[in-house]
């Protein structure tokens, strides 16, 4: 018998507050210049209740926050023009987007990205390769850990995880 991979669940917004709006899908912003990758990533996102927007470079990246309000950031380092370190700069500047997490999704593995990305109030680094099932789990438990006031935790475990 035929299994789909992809876990369903009655509620879509997670039931842990996480959403946008009582009912919704907790919306992700997912930028990377790599198409590919945000195709995977949407497809397993979707697949698990989630919304996702995209954006292909840090201008996109900065203008779909300022209209869309995401619930998290999935954000690619090394992107055109603003790269990922200089969004999530830009959004921790100000006061009606520092609170959006960001979650990193990078390539550059080194102890001192991670370190980075702390520094840059970031509560989550995802190293590619990386399994792309594995995703939308990965992006409920950081927003439910957030609902649950854990943001400061998951920063301080950036630093961690080497």
């Known amino acids: 018998m035929w299994r789909s991979r992809v876990r369903h669940r009655p509620d879509p917004g997670g039931g842990s507050g ?5 009912g919704s899908a907790p919306l992700v912003l997912l930028a990377d ?5 945000r195709t ?6 979707e697949g698990d209740g989630l919304a996702v927007t995209e954006a292909a470079d840090g201008a996109q990246a900065l203008e779909a926050v300022t209209r869309s309000r995401p619930s998290l950031v999935l954000l ?43 520094e ?6 995802v190293v590619k390769p ?3 099932l594995e995703l939308a789990g990965l992006v409920r438990d950081v927003l439910e850990r957030i609902a649950r006031g854990e943001r400061d935790e998951l920063n301080r475990e ?5």
């Open 130 to 132: 990386f399994d792309p």
């Open 18 to 22: 996480g959403g946008r709006r009582e």
């Open 76 to 118: 690619d380092v090394m992107m055109p023009g603003v790269d990922g370190w200089g969004v999530a700069e830009q959004l921790a500047a100000d006061d009606q987007t520092r609170q959006i997490p960001v979650v990193f999704l990078s390539a550059r593995a080194a102890y001192e990205d991670r370190l980075r990305a702390q």
């Open 158 to 162: 950036l630093a961690d995880h080497t």
């Open 40 to 45: 995977i990533c949407r497809v397993n996102l």
């Open 120 to 125: 840059l109030g970031a509560v989550g680094y």
């Open 33 to 37: 210049d790599e198409r590919s990758i």
